[in-house]
């Protein structure tokens, strides 16, 4: 599982989001809830690299601190990793 953070004021963008999932095979579906954004990822081997982006639309001038994301395994959350992403300022 990716656990993807969209910051305050944002919204995420499903149609880049649909884009991902036909350029990246291993990614089986996404949900979007609330600020985030779940990807359901298939038999990544370990050590394997995956990555991808997507587009989130400013919804109004704001300035956002950084969110965490984290990629985990479903079965073994134990097994994870975080991300802080940037703080963002729209004018």
């Known amino acids: 599982m990716i656990d993807v953070?969209?910051?305050?004021?944002?919204?995420?963008d499903k149609e880049s989001i649909d884009k991902v999932l036909t350029l990246q095979d291993i990614i089986k579906r996404y949900d979007v809830s609330?600020?985030?954004?779940?990807?359901?990822?298939?038999n990544i081997k370990a050590g394997g690299q995956l990555s991808f982006d997507f587009l989130v639309k400013a919804l109004y001038p704001v300035k956002a601190k950084g969110v965490e994301s984290q990629a985990y395994s479903y079965y073994t959350p134990e097994i994870a990793a975080q991300s802080l992403g940037p703080d963002i300022t729209v004018k």
């Not at 953070?5 to 995420?12: E, H, K, L, M, N």
């Not at 609330?34 to 298939?42: E, N, P, S, T």
């Open 34 to 42: 609330g600020r985030k954004v779940i990807f359901y990822v298939d």
């Open 5 to 12: 953070s969209v910051p305050t004021g944002f919204a995420a």
